[in-house]
């Protein structure tokens, strides 16, 4: 992956307009909330240890076979949970599609957060499921990389709170128009704030053969 040295991490950091890169870090190295290490060393994963970036697992966004960002999640009680460095657009992101296109995936399973995706990857060995970073960042730009991997089939899998509804309501009605659009009702999945990323592979089958074809 790009890399650099800097002395000025802030400096670092700041994406230009044309070129991004990862903040300085090591190798993400050890299993952290059920993933293994080997699925972070797919995904490219590192820990990043001083500077703005300082506890924060970062990963990073490739689209055809480019680098665009970088999503950072805090590894502890740091405030925001999610940082990106300026310039970065993550209405033009959904994660991780690059390894969803080498798989050729059948179906899209759509979801909010990106430990949803890097569990399902987990759990099953398929990119099939696809972070679109929250409903303020859906956008065409998403519907059209949805249809460039061509799927079968697209699932949305909503969180059962009042944004994930929202979100469900929001994005499937476009994209019905264009694939065979299927949902998880909220009111099927757990209301104790287990989510996808905390699924394991049962609980994965399970929720997905409560699918529904949307309205």
Avoid at 5 to 26: I, R
Avoid at 141 to 168: C, R, S, Y
Wanted: proline letters at 7%.
């Amino acid at each position: 992956f790009p890399s650099h040295d800097s002395q000025n991490d802030d400096l670092f950091v700041e994406a230009a307009e044309t070129e991004t890169y990862m903040p300085p870090g090591k190798p993400f190295d050890r299993e952290y909330r059920g993933i293994s290490v080997e699925t972070y060393r797919t995904l490219g994963a590192i820990e990043c240890q001083r500077g703005r970036y300082e506890n924060r697992i970062c990963f990073p966004i490739f689209q055809h076979e480019r680098l665009l960002g970088v999503d950072a999640r805090a590894l502890g009680s740091e405030v925001p949970k999610y940082l990106r460095p300026k310039g970065c657009d993550a209405k033009k992101w959904l994660y991780p599609f690059d390894l969803a296109k080498r798989q050729k995936v059948g179906q899209v399973i759509l979801v909010e957060g990106i430990y949803h995706s890097i569990n399902f990857f987990h759990r099953t060995g398929k990119a099939e499921a696809l972070c679109y970073f929250g409903s303020n960042n859906w956008s065409e730009h998403k519907t059209l990389l949805v249809l460039e991997l061509n799927p079968d089939q697209v699932i949305f899998w909503p969180d059962n709170d009042k944004a994930g509804i929202k979100a469900m309501e929001q994005i499937c009605p476009g994209l019905s128009q264009w694939v065979d659009m299927w949902y998880i009702p909220p009111e099927v999945l757990p209301d104790d704030g287990r989510d996808l990323g905390d699924f394991t592979t049962e609980e994965i089958e399970y929720f997905l053969s409560l699918k529904r074809r949307w309205k």
